[in-house]
Structure formats: structure tokens, C-alpha cells
């Protein structure tokens, strides 16, 4: 299990690492606990691989963004108040468990032990809606970037033009 110390370090294969600066692909060898780190939002941990149980119960979590890309235990987001939605949540073995509590629970419609397997997290209509705006929002801020980018270089190119005449004015 990687124990965390005060400052995120944990000791790997005689290696210590810091958990905000993992390498992508990374592995953690059997499970990780970030429970009661008075987490507001997790580190971006999106391109790390947790072979064991990943546990970030009992912070003050928002959302799932940065969870890591492979959990290949049980995942453990219980006890976040401000948690709203389990989207982002890692990719799992279709057996995998999730345990949320409360609302969430309630919300995807699994009660039973307040946990659910990873397949039926995905088969509910809750979590494909959410997808679906995730989907759709993704692609209108996209859009957004995009006519924001090309009005800013519209600015410049106007903005250089009138440049370049007032120094060709300049000069005569």
C-alpha cells in the first residue's frame, strides 16, 4: 500500500515519489489512500494506474476530475458531501466496486450496501446522461476556444497592420 506522508510522498521500489508529480503511465503497486486529506480536489492522477484499491473517502471533494485512469480494485469516493456526480470515476474491471454513500447512491439508484459494480455504474441512465452533457459541453467550450482564438488573431493582425502604416506614415 502506498502510505502517504504529510507532503504526498510515498516510497515505491525504494524510490520515493510525490503524488503531484507522477509521471504519466505511472503504476502504484497495490492500493492508494488520499481518505481524510481534507482534499478539495484530487491531484491530477489521469494518467496513473492503481493496481490495488484507490480510497479518497472522507474529504471535501467536488468532483472526480484527476482520479486515476485505472483502478483495478475498489474504488472508495464515500463521504464527500459536496460530491454531486460520480462522472470521471476511474476505469474498472466490469466486477470492480464503487462505494459512494448518501444522495449519490440514491441518485444512480443502487442502495444495496451502498456499493455497485462498475458495469451497472455504466448501464445507469444517470451516469450516461451525464456523460452525454460532459460530451456536449466539451465540444461547446471547444467551439468557444476556437472563435475566441481567431477573433484574438484578427486583434493582432489589425492591431500589426495599424502598426506597420503608422510607421510607414512615419517615415515619409
Known amino acids: 500500500m502506498a502510505e502517504l506522508n504529510d507532503k504526498f510522498e510515498f516510497e515505491q521500489d525504494g524510490k520515493i515519489y510525490n503524488l503531484y508529480d507522477l509521471p504519466d503511465g505511472f503504476v502504484v503497486e497495490g492500493n492508494l489512500s488520499l481518505r481524510n486529506k481534507h482534499l478539495t480536489e484530487l491531484p491530477d492522477l489521469s494518467e496513473v494506474v492503481v493496481n490495488g484499491n484507490f480510497d479518497c473517502s472522507c474529504n471535501n471533494l467536488t468532483s472526480l476530475k484527476g482520479a486515476p485512469q485505472k483502478v483495478g480494485g475498489k474504488f472508495d ?95 515619409e
Open 77 to 171: 469516493c464515500g463521504h464527500n458531501i459536496f460530491l454531486e456526480s460520480l462522472y470521471g470515476i476511474s476505469e474498472m474491471a466490469e466486477d470492480g466496486k464503487i462505494h459512494c454513500s448518501g444522495e449519490l447512491n440514491e441518485r444512480y439508484g443502487f442502495i444495496e450496501g451502498k456499493v455497485i459494480r462498475y458495469k451497472e455504474l455504466l448501464e445507469s441512465s444517470t451516469y450516461k446522461t451525464e456523460a452525454r452533457i460532459h460530451e456536449i459541453l466539451s465540444k461547446r467550450h471547444t467551439k468557444e476556444n476556437e472563435a475566441a482564438k481567431e477573433q484574438r488573431q484578427t486583434q493582432i493582425k489589425a492591431g500589426y497592420a495599424a502598426f506597420k502604416k503608422m510607421k510607414t506614415e512615419e517615415r
